[in-house]
């Protein structure tokens, strides 16, 4: 069991930043591939960006906006969000795979956090 904790959500105006942080403790999660998904009210999870190693993938709907990185330790990972729309609107959630598959499916992460609420409203 790897535990994951997110942090970081909150409420903002469209417009503005926020940033998620994700700690995850045990094994080699350095060398895991890291996920941030999120869920919106009735509709299904889904992908928003990733890390594996060095290289960052981005769904389209936030590419240009979004930034992963993930600190020197490699136990920590941030999502800085800038730009943020009213349909960024989710709960947003880290996960962990240490599979070799395609880190943009929910099915390849076998970890997962318990979520931060994200809300874009004026």
């Known amino acids: 069991q790897v535990p994951v904790v997110e942090s970081g959500g909150g409420l903002v105006q469209p417009g503005g930043s926020l940033i998620l942080s994700c700690t995850a403790s045990?094994?080699?999660?350095?060398?895991?591939?890291w996920g941030w998904f999120r869920q919106a009210p009735g509709k299904e999870r889904e992908f928003a960006a990733a890390?594996?190693?060095?290289?960052?993938v981005y769904a389209d709907s936030v590419k240009g906006r979004f930034t992963l990185s993930r600190d020197n330790a490699w136990n920590t990972v941030h999502l800085q969000m800038n730009s943020l729309k009213p349909e960024d609107t989710a709960v947003y959630y880290c996960a962990i795979s240490s599979s070799l598959g395609r880190v943009d499916r929910v099915d390849e992460y076998a970890y997962w956090g318990q979520g931060t609420q994200v809300t874009v409203s004026s």
């Open positions: 045990g094994r080699t999660v350095s060398s895991y591939a």
């Open positions: 890390v594996r190693w060095s290289s960052t």
